[in-house]
């Protein structure tokens, strides 16, 4: 079944992390790593995001995309990224919050592989990697 993704936060040769539904509630998802291979594996470590945390999430996205969407039209240079620290204050104040959340984490609660496609109707101005994805989870057994 598939499920939408909320935020992608990390894309590097495809979704690396980011917030996305798992069975209907979000999930915080970071996909593994093979040392030994030195390349992304296609299993994804997910942990559920509390609404609170889910909140600021939300806030610090949309304050990306409005970034994003000047800067695609030309009106900021990209050292102007809010994920710079000292270009956007609430975004900084949001960024250690979400990274007390990441350190907290213990074992993930599920591991999946996933498969992410670009959803059908897409919002105007979309692009690449911030284009609305939708994720179909696969039980690892």
């Known amino acids: 079944m598939k499920e939408p993704v ?4 990390d ?3 495809g979704v690396r992390s980011g917030i996305a539904q798992y069975q209907g509630q979000p999930h915080y998802f970071e996909c593994g790593f093979d040392e030994e291979e030195g390349e992304h594996t296609d299993v994804f470590e997910l ?15 949309m304050l990306f995309c409005a970034w994003e969407r ?12 809010p994920g710079h620290r000292g270009q956007n204050a609430r ?12 350190d907290s984490r213990v074992a993930p609660v599920h591991r999946l592989q996933a498969t992410f ?8 101005n979309s692009v690449g990697p911030f284009k609305a994805l939708d994720v179909t989870w ?4």
Do not use: N, S
């Open 6 to 9: 909320l935020m992608v936060w």
């Open 11 to 13: 894309f590097y040769d």
């Open 47 to 61: 942990w559920p995001v509390d609404e609170p945390m889910m909140a600021l999430a939300a806030e610090q996205w």
């Open 70 to 81: 000047c800067f695609r039209a030309g009106e900021v240079p990209a050292e102007t990224h």
């Open 91 to 102: 975004y900084d104040e949001i960024e250690d919050r979400i990274k007390d959340f990441l």
């Open 117 to 124: 496609e670009p959803r059908e109707t897409q919002p105007e």
């Open 138 to 141: 696969l039980d690892l057994g």
